[in-house]
């Protein structure tokens, strides 16, 4: 039997949230399942990869966060296209779901991320919690981001844990080009940090981190890759550390999963609970990865195997396992197979494809 699935989202775009949502909606058996992706404000440079996997693909043109004329071009869509499935992405596309289908709608409704985000204002939060109850399920990403959400839902029978996965890398790009790309001074030493530069994802730490190592080791970058309302803060923290020769921002990359195939090694401090999609493509690509000791992330890095975890109230713990790992090529060669071993065995995007489908014949089936 063949199942209809509608994919909502805000825009196209190369963040977490949609990559996941493409690798899924591209590999779907198309003897199974006939997959339609709704964007929300715009589309994107992912649209051009889902059109040619054979999905199609809407723009409603929401101009506001909140906009009634938006809702109900999204509803007159879901009407005509009568999905089985109506499977949200984000936050504003969750609300924006949710509402669209209340009472319209025969259609199952899953959601996968920002549903019940912590720092969503309190009538935002109430709002979302009412929703759930025509919500079917609501898939998280790692048992930690699970066990959050299991504190604040309503609903606590109606979460799935689905990991994320993560794609084979590309051809390795060679150090000299990586340097040319990104109009950098060549140096021996490279280290990456990726994602969105917002609060309270433990960027100060890293900058500092950083200039510890510049002068310890001397011959030394870490390129922070990614952009966010919080860049301009970050540089001028990086200013007053003294960490110029140390910490360049390269913004936004199209090339990101290329340039971190050049690295040495992945930091990341992110406290989320969900699966960071930084340190699964650092991992594939075959680098170690040092992080912060956080549940979700004890998930995917093994210490002293795939990298090192270590406590954000003990940064000497981290600049001695990045010094040890960059200062021992053959270690960090054999943690870096080790890493991408376990990247494309165990967040393999055949793996997430099945969990999804079994799940929608459950669902549907029930």
Known sequence: MNFRVCYLLDTLTHSGSAKQMSLLACHLDRQRFDSHVIALASAGPLEEELVRAGVQVHVIGRRWDIDPSAWWRLRQALRHLAPDIVHAWSSQANTYGRLATVGALRSISLTTRGGTAHDQPPWRHWLDQQLMRGTSVQVASSSAEFAGEQQTAAHKARYRVIADAVSRP???????????????????????????????????????????????????????????????????????YGAQDAVRFVGHRSDANQLLSACDLLWSADPSGGQNGGILQAMASGLPVVARDTQANRELVIPGETGYLYDLENLGQMTRCSNLLLSDPPLRQRMGRSASQRALSQFSVEKMVAAYAELYEQLVAG
């Open 170 to 240: 590309e051809s390795p790009l060679q150090r000299d080009e990586f340097f040319r790309r990104l109009n950098l001074p060549p140096r021996k030493y490279l280290v990456a940090a990726v994602g969105g530069l917002v609060p309270n994802t433990g960027y100060p730490e890293l900058i500092w981190c950083a200039e510890l190592l510049r002068v310890v080791l001397r011959d030394f970058w870490l390129v922070i890759i990614g952009d966010g309302p919080y860049r301009q803060h970050l540089q001028h923290l990086r200013d007053q």
